[in-house]
T-cell receptor, first 108, second 114 residues
Framework: RKEVEQDPGPFNVPEGATVAFNCTYS??????FFWYRQDCRKEPKLLMS???SGNEDGRFTAQLNRASQYISLLIRDSKLSDSATYLC?????????FGKGTMLLVSP | DADVTQTPRNRITKTGKRIMLECSQT?????MYWYRQDPGLGLRLIYY???????NKGEISDGYSVSRQAQAKFSLSLESAIPNQTALYFC?????????????FGEGSRLTVL
């Protein structure tokens, strides 16, 4: 099975903290990479794509290291509303493989 | 109204019963997918379809079948449900043949097999 591995957490952080998640993938031929967010009992939604050059969207920064086959997500200035499960996703030959997710709990 | 609609949203059934989960979309997307999600196992692909005449097995297709009746509809069937098929099932769509990774999910169908 194609593997996408994540630390399941939970990561418990206070509001305002910076938190980072990593993800590793096994298939070196993987073509594109993403982070999805899933709230409890809800459907997953795309958070951001991950590019080789790194990309930033507000408080969120995603990076890709193809040589080491890992992807990272950095969240700065955590908000209560950031509490969710973050799914690392890899596109391999036109289908997406999801990691099991990392749970983030942001407390007041 | 949701762009990707799943019915039923919740279903409790007994072992051996035939179950159909339906998915319809108003996004006009070619590609449709069925995933199941289990605690600790993440989302796993069951079947996918790139157009009306195209059906492909995913990672865990055994015990399931699908039908792509029209571009907008993709149904998942369990011919004889068993308890380990208890899970949260998601339908998803994507817009292009060369998917860049954004899937649009329905709200999920929670199935319990007793």
């Amino acid at each position: 099975r194609k593997e996408v591995e994540q630390d399941p957490g939970p990561f418990n952080v206070p509001e305002g903290a910076t938190v980072a998640f990593n993800c590793t993938y096994s298939n070196s031929a993987s073509q594109s990479f993403f982070w999805y967010r899933q709230d409890c009992r809800k459907e997953p939604k795309l958070l951001m794509s991950v590019y080789s050059s790194g990309n930033e969207d507000g408080r969120f920064t995603a990076q890709l290291n193809r040589a080491s086959q890992y992807i990272s997500l950095l969240i700065r200035d955590s908000k209560l509303s950031d509490s969710a499960t973050y799914l690392c996703v890899v596109n391999e030959y036109s289908t997406l493989t999801f990691g099991k997710g990392t749970m983030l709990l942001v407390s007041p | 109204d949701a762009d990707v609609t799943q019915t039923p949203r919740n279903r409790i059934t007994k072992t051996g019963k035939r179950i159909m989960l339906e998915c319809s979309q108003t996004k006009g997307h070619d590609r449709m997918y069925w995933y199941r999600q289990d605690p600790g196992l993440g989302l796993r692909l069951i079947y996918y379809s790139f157009d009306v005449k195209d059906i492909n097995k995913g990672e865990i297709s055994d015990g399931y079948s699908v039908s792509r009746q029209a571009q907008a509809k993709f149904s998942l069937s369990l011919e004889s449900a068993i308890p380990n098929q208890t899970a949260l099932y998601f339908c998803a769509t994507s817009p292009t043949r060369d998917s860049t990774g954004e899937l649009f999910f329905g709200e999920g169908s929670r199935l319990t097999v007793l």
